[in-house]
């Protein structure tokens, strides 16, 4: 007779089969997880390649893949709005291939040029001018015969006679004039100087771009960091209203030409005694020691979430090369970055397009567009290949708070610093800023920013004049001619 200890018998006798496959299974299960997981995360890395960096990449004319195109292609035309050639493949005396622009010097940074990296929108388009959408009989045909294929042309949004006003108005000065459209963001002019010849500038590439003085490859339209002055007071005062929805114009301040607290002293301009003001006075004849008062009656958490939102310190919704604007004002901020922060001083710095984008949303009842040069690509027989339309970027104040913002501005116009605009056989709303800059109290760089047909706006123009001094003297002057072209007057 067996005895059975079935105790003795789970220590001793061997696993079950059925244990094994369960662990294996268990093992395999892991192994293929891991690699599917592996497998999606790749895919979605291809996915964001192809759809947010390979066009970058691609387009970059440093890319061999650019070299080799041009071996085969011949670069496409770039034309402006009304069909006039601004850039364009051509022979030169010793019948070497070239790429020539007929308007030189005045579109400059607006088309820029293909060599070194390229900019402007020979960068923005390499790519396509370089792309052949050549019927496709001829495209086999002479690539057989290896000759080489038209590439496709490229029609932008500037406007020639606006690009000629604004390269004028703005003369031997150092800055720069951004002109678009207010509904749609289309960019229809844009200056910066000192400038350059872009038929010249592979030639003189070691001495236009080791000018550190003059700086002339700088495209300081969208490139250009400044103390945005006044013109920052929309930003500011929408903060105000945003904090005090229902009694904002409520506000009053007595200004005697400066305003000192706990040992920090803001002036106004050229130490103006404005008296008793409220909010839109405040606006209308930008009054310095008002707005530092304002800023040291906000919250600066909630001053920063909304210069956040106006896309400070973020991306921009343009095309172009550009640098972020930058913003340092946080709850730790002491009270002389607060107030001068508010006057838009302090460590605040933008670039012109950046303050265009703002004007352009406001007069567009809050909705800020997407800004962009180009209106379609056709190939050389002016086939539409790609057509672009306008849209809409995101909604960065409401039609409440725009409208308000609308209203001050035109006040600027009819009373205060922006008085040269008034009268002009259309309406304008804007805002002038006068914004010191380095260690020399009372230099500063000039300032406009407005819209015209207050009503139904027409075009947003902006002007930086750097070291010239006030915006209503000098930036108000050049946004005038380029309104007044605009307008055939």
Not at 16 to 31: F, Q
Not at 91 to 114: L, Q
Request: a neutral charge.
């Amino acid at each position: 007779m067996e005895f059975f200890d079935e105790d003795l018998d789970k220590e001793t006798r061997p696993k079950s089969k059925k244990k094994k496959t369960v662990r294996v299974n268990h093992e395999m299960s892991v192994v293929v997880y891991f690699f599917v997981g592996l497998f999606l995360v790749m895919l979605g890395y291809f996915s964001w390649f192809v759809q947010i960096k390979a066009p970058d990449t691609i387009n970059s004319s440093y890319n061999m893949r650019q070299q080799n195109l041009a071996k085969k292609v011949i670069r496409g035309k770039i034309f402006a709005a009304n069909g006039d050639v601004l850039a364009e493949q051509a022979m030169n005396s010793e019948n070497k291939e070239v790429r020539y622009y007929p308007y030189s010097d005045v579109f400059a940074h607006a088309v820029g040029y293909s060599t070194h990296g390229g900019t402007g929108v020979e960068s923005v388009a390499n790519i396509s001018l370089l792309t052949s959408d050549s019927p496709i009989n001829e495209r086999l045909q002479k690539e057989m015969a290896g000759v080489r294929n038209y590439g496709d042309d490229i029609y932008t949004t500037y406007d020639v006679g606006l690009q000629q006003v604004a390269y004028n108005a703005l003369g031997a000065y150092t800055g720069a004039i951004v002109v678009m459209e207010a509904k749609t963001g289309k960019i229809l002019a844009m200056v910066s100087k000192p400038d350059f010849d872009p038929n010249t500038v592979s030639d003189n590439w070691a001495k236009v771009s080791n000018d550190k003085e003059k700086t002339p490859l700088l495209n300081r339209a969208t490139q250009g960091l400044y103390p945005p002055g006044s013109t920052f007071k929309m930003v500011s005062l929408l903060e105000y209203m945003r904090e005090n929805p229902d009694n904002y114009e409520d506000y009053t301040y007595n200004c005697k030409g400066r305003i000192t607290v706990e040992d920090v002293t803001v002036d106004c301009f050229h130490s103006s005694v404005h008296g008793k003001v409220d909010l839109k006075s405040s606006f209308a004849k930008s009054c310095n020691s008002s707005f530092a008062n304002i800023g040291n009656l906000m919250n600066t958490k909630k001053f920063s979430d909304t210069c956040s939102k106006l896309l400070l310190n973020k991306d921009l919704p343009i095309d172009l090369y550009y640098k972020r604007s930058s913003f340092a004002l946080d709850r730790n901020s002491g009270r002389e970055e607060i107030m001068h922060t508010a006057i838009g001083q302090g460590e605040t710095l933008m670039t012109p397009m950046h303050i265009a984008l703002i004007t352009q949303a406001i007069a567009n009842k809050g909705m800020m567009m997407r800004s962009y040069e180009i209106e379609k690509q056709t190939n050389y027989q002016g086939t539409v290949i790609k057509s672009y339309e306008p849209k809409e970027y995101k909604r960065i104040m409401s039609e409440k708070e725009a409208s308000v913002i609308q209203e001050y501005m035109e006040e600027v116009v009819n009373t205060g610093t922006g008085k040269k605009l008034k009268d002009a056989g259309y309406t304008v709303a804007g805002k002038t800023g006068s914004a010191e800059y380095g260690n020399v109290k009372g230099e500063s760089h000039a300032w406009f920013t407005g819209y015209s047909n207050v009503s139904d706006p027409d075009i947003v123009v902006t002007v930086i004049v750097e070291k010239a001094g006030s915006g209503s003297d000098y930036a108000v002057p050049m946004a005038k001619r380029v309104f007044d072209a605009y307008y055939g007057m």
